[in-house]
């Protein structure tokens, strides 16, 4: 490719030459154009890899960024519960910073949670539903584990709300101790501020 530009190149000077100087006796170079073309070839061949290259990192981070807003815009957690050979899949519900109310999104979750451990507990009794609460890593561990319990009581008045015998609700608080991420970013500190739902059997 690069000998085949450059050839063409070396036409196109050639002929520029000649034809604009027909009626003059010009002396040709050969060296110094042949120099000149290999020159450009190479500034034309580093500017399309600076293209190639700044598109490459441009895509990445487009694709990075991409991965993070699915995980910040959707609730990753999933917890499965076992009852008696029975796989029961419920969502973790999430919470804003510092906060310990259901939002619009995350009722339609706990709604949805209801609709599966309500059509489990017509089979099963003596079904309990554990609500387990958990923060990030921001704030004392005494604040976290007060908020916790906060949450896990929110989904609680939810599940009670939608028709749950209060008697088969079970909470506890992990506070920040129990979290599904570890990174230090903001989509991870979401992930960590959620109730799973547990079904004992």
């Not at 190639?52 to 699915?70: C, E, F, G, P, Y």
């Amino acid at each position: 490719m690069k000998s085949l530009l450059k050839n063409t190149l070396l036409s196109v000077c050639a002929l520029g030459l000649l034809a604009g100087c027909a009626s003059k006796d010009v002396e040709y170079d050969d060296s110094t154009v042949a120099s000149n073309v290999d020159q450009r070839i190479d500034e034309v061949a580093v500017s399309d890899e600076s293209t190639m290259v700044t598109s490459s990192i441009n895509q990445n981070m487009t694709d990075a960024n991409d991965r993070l807003q699915k995980i910040t815009n959707s609730s990753v957690n999933t917890v499965k519960s076992d009852v008696d050979g029975k796989v029961v899949l419920l969502e973790s519900v999430h919470f804003a910073f510092d906060k310990y109310k259901l939002n619009d999104d995350m009722r339609e979750v706990a709604t949805s949670n209801y609709s599966k451990i309500d059509e489990t507990a017509q089979s099963y009794n003596d079904l309990k539903i554990k609500l387990e609460g958990n923060c990030d890593e921001w704030g004392s561990d005494e604040y976290n584990y007060a908020l916790g319990l906060k949450r896990a009581k929110a989904t609680k008045d939810a599940l009670i709300a939608d028709g749950i015998d209060e008697k088969r609700i079970v909470m506890v608080s992990f506070g920040e101790s129990n979290p599904v991420c570890t990174q230090k970013n903001t989509a991870c500190w979401k992930m960590n501020r959620r109730v799973d739902y547990r079904l004992l059997p």
